[in-house]
């Protein structure tokens, strides 16, 4: 593993002069500063600010740069699944996107959709990186988006124009998908193939995903047994042998639902297994940023850490950032519209790519596979597989209500002894019932909607 020292002298050395050329010919350095990072925002990173004072034809230009590498121990990188996480990131950065960017060109689109998505990229490898280690290595270099007034939204629940920004970046992003594997077989199975398996479940029963899992099930059947009285209704019988018949199948190993959730969602013989696509994997507030106009309404997004990509539903990107940003008093109507914006999105985007190659596709095959893609079927996807949402919240929303200082803390512990104990108890702690109760609404709202049906 790199140290410190070494990712500093790699910048220095190397990756100054590498970003410096992106600026062409005509530009010269004036000067440059390397700041660390040491705030949360680098949970599982190792962040730097880089700042280029440059001469461009004259002029001056400032040019801050965020610069990310792979932190921790031989031992936390694989227990962690960093090496995995890292290594689709950069694809994401310099193949994904890229071929999206191509697709839109040789359909005669406006090529710099892509480029709207997310920061501009400067410098993106993963395994050996000459001059660094020895060892497995990331780096990832991107245009730092302060700069440019982005900024990521509030702590918990956004408001409706954030929300639908958001389901406006992650629709085509998904049709893109789509677009590839229908006009670009092969080059839609070469970056499956480039993206790497991330299983939930482990062979060891000790992996990130078993400890984060372990305490989520722990934490929400402990506060159901104990407030179950006040908790249901005379008239929530079906949600009670729902609640049951999770913990009876899943409360041994929950990471089975999540598995079974990412793989059974592209298996052929499951019904609409074609909405199966490339994800960003953890798109939530946190991996966002938002400009906002002179009425203070969202009029930009970009999206960051591609490092939970995966291949499979997309119910995954879907009901995590739903269920996470939505407050649970107005749920009902914010949910159901959004789903309906998503589509929206995303169909626009796939008919518009479709319709500009119909040298290759009958009209009336492109109006085919626009009904294949049709409301109805994506909604009936998505119910199967949404109760993901549900269960990241059930570890991931005390975080967020959490005090400052539990949460700096859980982030020590998670670094240094994730199957201690007190990082265990601090994990059923953190936020309390306020957390739970919250947790407990986004299940009965799961409940309510058809999404703990199949499981």
Same mark, same amino acid.
């Given at each position: 593993?790199?140290?410190?020292?070494?990712?500093?002298?790699?910048?220095?050395?190397?990756?100054?002069?590498? =970003?410096?050329?992106?600026?062409?010919?005509?530009?010269?350095?004036?000067?440059?500063?390397?700041?660390?990072?040491?705030?949360?925002?680098?949970?599982?990173?190792?962040?730097? +600010?880089v700042q280029l004072d440059l001469k461009i034809a004259d002029r001056k230009q400032t040019e801050v740069v965020l610069v990310k590498f792979m932190k921790g121990t031989e031992a936390f990188r694989e227990s962690s699944n960093s090496y995995i996480q890292f290594a689709n990131e950069i694809f994401a950065y310099a193949e994904i996107l890229p071929a999206y960017e191509s697709l839109l060109r040789t359909s005669h689109l406006v090529s710099d959709v892509v480029g709207n998505w997310v920061p501009r990229c400067y410098f993106a490898k993963f395994g050996q990186v000459e001059d660094l280690s020895n060892g497995r290595e990331s780096v990832l270099a991107l245009k730092h988006l302060k700069g440019d007034g982005f900024q990521l939204g509030p702590r918990l629940t956004l408001r409706r124009d954030q929300l639908e920004a958001m389901v406006g970046l992650i629709g085509p992003f998904h049709a893109l998908g789509y677009a590839t594997r229908?006009?670009?077989?092969?080059?839609?199975?070469?970056?499956?193939?480039?993206?790497?398996?991330?299983?939930?479940?482990?062979?060891?029963?000790?992996?990130?995903?078993?400890?984060?899992?372990?305490?989520?099930?722990?934490?929400?059947?402990?506060?159901?047994?104990? /407030?179950?009285?006040?908790?249901?209704?005379?008239?929530?019988?079906?949600?009670?042998?729902?609640?049951?018949?999770?913990?009876?199948?899943?409360?041994?190993?929950?990471?089975?639902?999540?598995?079974? =959730?990412?793989?059974?969602? *592209?298996?052929?013989?499951?019904?609409?297994?074609?909405?199966?696509?490339?994800?960003?994997?953890?798109?939530?507030?946190?991996?966002?940023?938002?400009?906002?106009?002179?009425?203070?309404?969202?009029?930009?997004?970009?999206? =960051?850490?591609? /490092?939970?990509?995966?291949?499979?539903? +997309?119910?995954?990107?879907?009901?995590?950032?739903? *269920?996470? +940003?939505?407050?649970?008093?107005?749920?009902?109507?914010?949910?159901?519209?959004?789903?309906?914006?998503?589509?929206?999105?995303? =169909?626009?985007?796939?008919?518009?790519?479709?319709?500009?190659?119909? #040298?290759?596709?009958?009209?009336?095959?492109?109006? /085919?596979?626009?009904?294949?893609?049709?409301?109805?079927?994506?909604?009936?996807?998505?119910?199967?597989?949404?109760?993901?949402?549900?269960?990241?919240?059930?570890?991931?929303?005390?975080?967020?209500?959490?005090?400052?200082?539990?949460?700096?803390?859980?982030?020590?512990?998670?670094? +240094?002894?994730?199957?201690?104990?007190?990082?265990?108890?601090?994990?059923?702690?953190?936020?309390? #019932?306020?957390?739970?109760?919250?947790?407990?609404?986004?299940?009965?709202?799961? *409940?309510?909607?058809? *999404?703990?049906?199949?499981?």
């Amino acid at each position: 593993m790199s140290t410190q020292q070494e990712q500093l002298n790699f910048i220095e050395r190397h990756l100054v002069f590498d =970003i410096f050329k992106d600026f062409g010919a005509g530009a010269s350095l004036e000067s440059h500063k390397v700041e660390c990072s040491n705030g949360l925002d680098g949970f599982m990173s190792a962040l730097y +600010t880089v700042q280029l004072d440059l001469k461009i034809a004259d002029r001056k230009q400032t040019e801050v740069v965020l610069v990310k590498f792979m932190k921790g121990t031989e031992a936390f990188r694989e227990s962690s699944n960093s090496y995995i996480q890292f290594a689709n990131e950069i694809f994401a950065y310099a193949e994904i996107l890229p071929a999206y960017e191509s697709l839109l060109r040789t359909s005669h689109l406006v090529s710099d959709v892509v480029g709207n998505w997310v920061p501009r990229c400067y410098f993106a490898k993963f395994g050996q990186v000459e001059d660094l280690s020895n060892g497995r290595e990331s780096v990832l270099a991107l245009k730092h988006l302060k700069g440019d007034g982005f900024q990521l939204g509030p702590r918990l629940t956004l408001r409706r124009d954030q929300l639908e920004a958001m389901v406006g970046l992650i629709g085509p992003f998904h049709a893109l998908g789509y677009a590839t594997r229908i006009l670009q077989p092969n080059v839609h199975a070469r970056l499956r193939a480039g993206v790497v398996d991330m299983p939930f479940v482990s062979d060891s029963g000790k992996a990130i995903f078993d400890v984060l899992y372990r305490v989520a099930f722990d934490r929400f059947y402990e506060f159901y047994d104990r /407030q179950k009285e006040q908790l249901l209704k005379d008239s929530d019988a079906g949600f009670g042998a729902a609640i049951e018949r999770l913990r009876e199948k899943y409360f041994k190993r929950p990471t089975q639902l999540l598995e079974w =959730i990412r793989t059974a969602s *592209y298996a052929e013989d499951q019904p609409e297994s074609h909405f199966a696509t490339f994800l960003h994997g953890d798109y939530n507030r946190n991996n966002v940023l938002f400009h906002y106009g002179a009425d203070d309404k969202v009029d930009g997004i970009k999206a =960051i850490d591609f /490092q939970e990509l995966r291949f499979s539903t +997309t119910a995954i990107d879907l009901s995590f950032f739903m *269920y996470m +940003t939505t407050a649970s008093e107005g749920r009902e109507e914010i949910y159901a519209d959004l789903l309906r914006k998503y589509h929206s999105k995303m =169909i626009e985007m796939l008919e518009l790519v479709l319709r500009r190659n119909q #040298d290759e596709l009958t009209e009336d095959r492109v109006d /085919q596979l626009l009904k294949e893609y049709s409301f109805d079927h994506f909604e009936a996807h998505f119910k199967r597989y949404a109760f993901y949402g549900a269960m990241v919240c059930m570890h991931f929303l005390p975080w967020l209500l959490g005090s400052e200082t539990d949460c700096a803390e859980l982030s020590r512990l998670f670094d +240094t002894d994730m199957h201690g104990a007190a990082f265990h108890q601090l994990s059923l702690d953190i936020a309390g #019932d306020e957390a739970n109760l919250e947790i407990f609404k986004i299940v009965r709202h799961a *409940y309510e909607h058809g *999404y703990m049906d199949e499981i």
